[in-house]
Each structure stands twice: as C-alpha cells, then as structure tokens.
C-alpha cells in the first residue's frame, strides 16, 4: 500500500526529484500509520482487503474505455445529435465500496454521469442512449465494469 500512495505522491508532484521521491514513501508510511491507529483503530487490509494487480488491472481496462467513449460522443455534441436522458439502474452489486466504485467508474466515462446513489439503485444521466429495452439501457451503462467488480479478487477475502 505504501507503493501505491508513493505512486500517487509522485504523480501529483510531476517530477522525479529527490526530494519528491525520498518524501513519498515516508509521507505514505506516515498516513498509513495516522489513518489504522488515530481513525480507523484497526487494519486498513482488515476493512479493505487489496489486491494491488486487481486494482492496477482495472484502471488499465477503464482507461481505454475511457477515450473510446470519448472519442464516440465527441462527433454527437458538435452535430448537435447528443440527447441526454436520465435513467435508473439497480445493480448487483452488495458491498457500499463496490457501488461506489461503479458508480465512480460510470462518471469517469465521457457521456454518462451518477447522479444518485441510493442503496443498489443508480441514477445516471447518459448523453446519447442507444438501447430501446431497460435491460439493454442497463447493461450498455455498467455492464463491463460490473461484471469486473463481481469478480474482483477482493471476494476471495
């Protein structure tokens, strides 16, 4: 974990320096010590199990997905042809951080955005709705990220 939040450190930085890159990993020991003994009283590994490849393999898959839907809504709002429309989802999702993250993942993609979140039921604003059923609406907005999430390695924990 000190890993990740030194790569993100020295992301937020920009550069390579180091003093950037002595000062990240002793700014994430600390944060990770102040975070499991002053707020959490407990393991951040007892509350969240991590699979650091799990999580790296996601944002790999999602950024690409990320300027394909990009690059398929940028032609719709210059012609004018975008048609926003809202629509409620149910997921299946149980875990609060697994709704959460979807529901995060569905507003990175260019063309939709979360705009409620109540319990397994999402709200979502979708730019140019292409399927005609409830059940196609469903699985064009979340389907891939939510069938990665339903195997997440974090369920083995």
Do not use: C
Request: proline share 5%.
């Amino acid at each position: 974990m000190v890993g990740l939040l030194s790569l993100f450190w020295v992301t937020l930085f920009e550069s390579f320096t180091p003093v950037v890159l002595i000062s990240a990993p002793l700014v994430s020991a600390l944060t990770l010590y102040i975070t499991e003994t002053l707020l959490l009283k407990q393991s951040l590994y007892d509350l969240y199990p991590m699979n650091v490849l799990w999580v790296v393999g996601y944002f790999l898959r999602l950024i690409p997905e990320i300027y394909r839907s990009a690059i398929l809504l940028i032609p719709l709002i210059v012609t004018g042809k975008a048609d926003p429309e809202i629509f409620d989802i149910e997921t299946t999702l149980e875990k609060r951080w697994e709704i959460a993250l979807l529901a995060n993942t569905i507003t990175l993609t260019p063309g939709t955005i979360t705009v409620n979140v109540e319990g397994r039921h999402l709200q979502v604003l979708w730019m140019n709705p292409k399927a005609e059923t409830e059940d196609g609406i469903s699985e064009s907005i979340k389907g891939k990220f939510e069938r990665r999430l339903e195997r997440s390695l974090w369920k083995s924990f």
